[in-house]
Every structure is written in C-alpha cells, then in structure tokens.
C-alpha cells in the first residue's frame, strides 16, 4: 500500500495519474480482465524501478 499524500491536490494528481494510465493499459490489452492488468501495472512498475536503480549506481 501506498502512503497518501499530504496534500489533496498532489493526492488528486496522483490519482489521475493512475487512472491515466489503468485507461492506457486497458486500451492496449483490451478485455483481458482486471487481474492481468494489474500484474502488467506490477511489471512495468518493476522495471522502472529497476531502471532507476540501475541509472541511481
């Protein structure tokens, strides 16, 4: 779980940001179900975190 932001309006950001993107990810898929959007969420989270960490060392 992720920690909330203090502010609303970052809080409100954040939360368009993940809906942008859930919509990105459903029109590239199409109706594959909830569940393999979410692990493809996972993986893409996975990997830019990686990357960062690559660049970060």
């Given at each position: 779980m992720q920690p909330?932001?203090?502010h609303p309006a970052l809080e409100a950001e954040q939360e368009r940001?993940?809906?942008?993107?859930?919509a990105t990810l459903?029109?590239?898929?199409?109706?594959i179900g909830s569940a393999a959007l979410?692990?493809?969420l996972v993986c893409a989270q996975q990997k830019r975190d990686t990357e960062q960490d690559?660049?970060?060392?």
């Open positions: 909330t932001a203090t940001a993940r809906r942008a993107q859930y459903t029109a590239h898929y199409g109706e979410l692990a493809a690559s660049k970060a060392a």
